[in-house]
Nanobody, 115 residues
């Protein structure tokens, strides 16, 4: 089975930065496409970043200009760089990757933005 392992979450002050990583197991050819979602308590899961196989990206207005999704194909890893973090960014963040026609999910990592 393909495993996605997330890392990089934690507590950060408003205006700070974090970089989340989502690493796939080594026994795959490539990550076709990747997404980052977040879910805050009492709210619907929200898509915050998408990267296609051709490295096109898309973001909702809530994070556009602050978040950047990228990939390193050699490392089979998708990243989410988050800058100028705000308290409303507090959530559990989940990576989601399309690999060989199937969706896989990371375990989730907590991001807390608070002073």
């Amino acid at each position: 089975q393909v495993q996605l392992v997330e890392s990089g979450g934690g507590l950060v002050q408003p205006g700070g930065s974090l970089r989340l990583s989502c690493a796939a197991s080594r026994n795959i050819f490539s990550i076709y496409a990747g997404n980052w979602y977040r879910q805050a308590p009492g709210k619907q899961r929200e898509l915050v970043a998408t990267i296609t196989n051709g490295d096109s990206t898309n973001y909702p207005d809530s994070v556009k200009g602050r978040f950047t999704i990228s990939r390193d194909n050699a490392k089979r890893t998708v990243y989410l760089q988050m800058n100028d973090l705000k308290p409303e960014d507090t959530a559990v963040y989940y990576c989601n990757c399309l690999i060989l026609g199937r969706d896989y999910w990371g375990q989730g990592t907590q991001v807390t933005v608070s002073s």
